[in-house]
């Protein structure tokens, strides 16, 4: 049986008529429902920028209070590594939160988290050629010799460049599929940040803080292993299960 207007008369013609506008006023709804949701992502992206910022007021306000102990050098660079080592920690809680929440926005905030990771990455790398080592190239190729664990961190820093360089919507567009693949350099990054900080403090036999810290990471990685293998054994049953990222 056709549904051609001409053949229906008054009420029946008017509702063949309407019929796709319930079907257009419930998609207008569901993108004001989602508009309505969504509210709450941009106060708290300002929420968040302004806390990361912290870790660097903090130093600020302990430069010109004189509280910055008997070697300034020395709070600036751990500090500055410590809070990278944090960011990146937080920029891969994002994931699984998400998963376990549901709440998709929630990576609308890992690219700010991962910057803030990459920022105090470069604090900590500045200070510690221009202040600790005043640019002395052979200062610093000495300092190497002797504390292997500043190449781990340096390579650890050079993979936060590339992954800040790639990070604008632009750099994801053009590289596609590639993008990705880049960015679980995050995992490797992660890992040689660990073993700068363990190694930096088992010569002083100084290990609560890096076994806290590996320890979050080693969780934050086996979730990820976990969930790809799920989804390994999920797509040979015929299911599927997207990638953790």
Not at 9 to 15: L, P, S, V
Not at 182 to 209: E, S
Not at 213 to 219: F, Q
Request: positive net charge; contains cysteine; proline residues 4%.
């Amino acid at each position: 049986m056709s549904l051609d207007t001409q053949t229906l008369t008054g009420r029946d013609a008017g509702r063949a008529q309407s019929g796709p506008r319930p079907v257009r006023s419930t998609q207008a709804g569901n993108a004001r429902a989602r508009g309505a949701a969504d509210r709450w992502i941009a106060p708290a992206k300002i929420g968040v920028f302004i806390a990361a910022l912290v870790p660097l007021a903090r130093l600020v306000v302990f430069g010109l209070t004189d509280g910055l102990g008997a070697n300034p050098i020395e709070f600036i660079t751990r500090s500055t590594g410590l809070w990278t080592l944090v960011f990146l920690c937080i920029t891969l809680t994002v994931t699984p939160l998400r998963r376990l929440s549901g709440v998709n926005a929630l990576l609308r905030f890992r690219r700010m988290l991962g910057l803030y990771a990459f920022f105090y990455a470069t604090l900590h790398f500045v200070t510690y050629i221009w202040f600790d080592k005043w640019f002395d190239v052979a200062e610093i190729v000495k300092d190497i010799g002797k504390r292997p664990f500043i190449t781990v961190g340096f390579a650890a820093f050079v993979l936060l460049i590339v992954l800040a360089a790639t990070s604008p919507r632009a750099a994801v567009r053009r590289l596609g599929r590639r993008w990705l693949m880049l960015h679980r350099a995050i995992y490797a990054i992660a890992a040689l940040a660990i073993l700068h900080f363990w190694w930096m403090k088992a010569g002083k036999h100084d290990l609560i803080l890096p076994k806290i810290y590996g320890a979050i990471v080693i969780v934050l990685l086996g979730w990820r292993v976990a969930v790809w293998a799920r989804g390994k054994l999920a797509g040979r049953s015929g299911g599927a299960s997207k990638p953790a990222r």
